[in-house]
């Protein structure tokens, strides 16, 4: 199996690259946050828990993520692998993930980090808000959303780092030109 985690701030991407990264080497991707918003839509009890965080721009609990992906991922265990988009967000997450893959003998093999600056992604936020009409792309919650990630989330690169997993793309230029930044780094790994 190949399980990759794409890692980046609100904004950054991750989304559209990780859907063209699932296409092209035939992994599940994995979107904590599409998950979440379709639990909030359909009015579930674990979707009214994650809006009264998500709203506010923080963090939904671990444990309520981690159950939902021990789930999915034994549902899938026939998967080619893993993309997580937007999981992990914090490194107790970041151990909670290795721990969830080891129970069912994988391990993440990378972890692409896409790099832009705060400028760029707010301005990305805002276009998207106004486009899809998502109430929390409105820029009191980019922020929030910002300062949420650089406090709780940045820490992620130095745990990933410090394994020898984490893989920097720069995260500006057309969709095309990152995708092939980070098909560059998968492949090196798959050669390897």
């Not at 444990?63 to 021990?70: G, Q, S």
């Not at 929030?144 to 989330?153: F, G, I, P």
């Not at 984490?166 to 057309?174: I, R």
């Amino acid at each position: 199996m190949l399980n990759l985690v794409i890692f980046g701030a609100p904004g950054s991407g991750k989304g559209t690259q990780s859907e063209m990264i699932a296409e092209r080497y035939g992994l599940q991707h994995v979107s904590t946050g599409e998950i979440l918003r379709a639990e909030i839509a359909s009015s579930t009890e674990l979707g009214k828990l994650a809006d009264s965080y998500m709203s506010k721009g923080e963090l939904v609990p671990d444990c309520v993520v981690i159950e939902m992906l021990e789930e999915l991922i034994a549902k899938k265990s026939d998967a080619k692998g893993f993309i997580f988009d937007g999981f992990p967000r914090t490194v107790p997450q970041g151990e909670a993930l290795n721990q969830l893959l080891q129970r069912h003998g994988e391990r993440v093999n990378a972890v692409i980090s896409l790099e832009v600056s705060d400028e760029e992604l707010i301005d990305r936020l805002l276009k998207r808000g106004a486009i899809l009409g998502r109430a929390d792309d409105n820029r009191k919650t980019i922020e929030s959303r910002l300062n949420v990630y650089y406090r709780q989330t940045a820490p992620l690169k130095d745990f990933y780092r410090s394994q020898g997993l984490l893989k920097e793309v720069v995260g500006v230029g057309s969709v095309d030109e990152i995708f092939e930044s980070i098909v560059e780094e998968i492949d090196s790994l798959t050669q390897a």
